[in-house]
């Protein structure tokens, strides 16, 4: 590694093999348990936008084998390209159909979820995960959650997100097996709603 790129990399997992396994549980729990909000407690200061959850989920997540699309806020700044070549190896690639994992920082400019990789009816887990940057998560108001995993009254929102963003869930959802997972990071707290949750206003 040169002086100049030691300088500037953010660091990765402090202890590797069990920070990623602590997130990778984390991630999952937040999958089985749509809209409930979880807290990352390993530490990951990573660079530009990048939220420090969306890191360390790249990190515990991420390997050769996914390719990555970033959105244009974080697409910009060739640190977060960087950083996530060198900590996970994922190639990071243009067309967001042709990526495991989508990495926006504002969610308010996301694209419609049928720009992403949707899966087919022979395989729809080959599907984008997005992983999505907010200024709030919230489980006090907000819309109502049904479906697999979903306990009684459950209630979430998250923003700022596209305005029609309740019908592209919808749609998502109408799709099922097939459409998008998305997992909402703000800071180092996360929360999901998988392709198979129901979301009413």
């Known amino acids: 590694m040169s002086a100049a790129l030691s300088t500037t990399l953010s660091a990765g997992f402090e202890r590797p093999v069990f920070d990623a396994q602590a997130v990778f549980r984390c991630v999952m729990m937040a999958m089985a348990r749509p809209g409930l909000i979880r807290t990352l407690t390993v530490a990951v200061k990573p660079p530009g936008r990048m939220a420090p959850a969306a890191a360390a989920l790249a990190l515990a997540m991420c ?21 996530l070549r060198f900590h996970t190896g994922a190639p990071i690639v243009a067309d967001p159909r042709k990526a495991s994992f989508a990495f926006l920082a504002d969610g308010a400019e996301m694209p419609p979820l049928d720009c992403f990789a949707l899966g087919s009816p022979e395989y729809p887990d080959r599907s984008t995960t997005l992983v999505i940057g907010v200024d709030w998560i919230d489980t006090e108001s907000g819309w109502r959650l049904a479906g697999p995993g979903v306990n009684g009254q459950t209630r979430f929102s998250a923003g700022p997100l596209p305005h029609d963003f309740l019908g592209r869930l919808s749609d998502n959802r109408g799709l099922f097996p097939r459409g998008v997972d998305l997992v909402f990071v703000h800071g180092d707290r996360v929360a999901a709603i998988p392709r198979s949750t129901v979301v009413e206003k």
């Not at 390997?63 to 950083?83: H, I, K, M, R, Y």
């Open 63 to 83: 390997d050769f084998e996914s390719p990555v699309w970033l959105d244009d806020a974080l697409a910009a700044d060739p640190a977060v390209a960087e950083f």
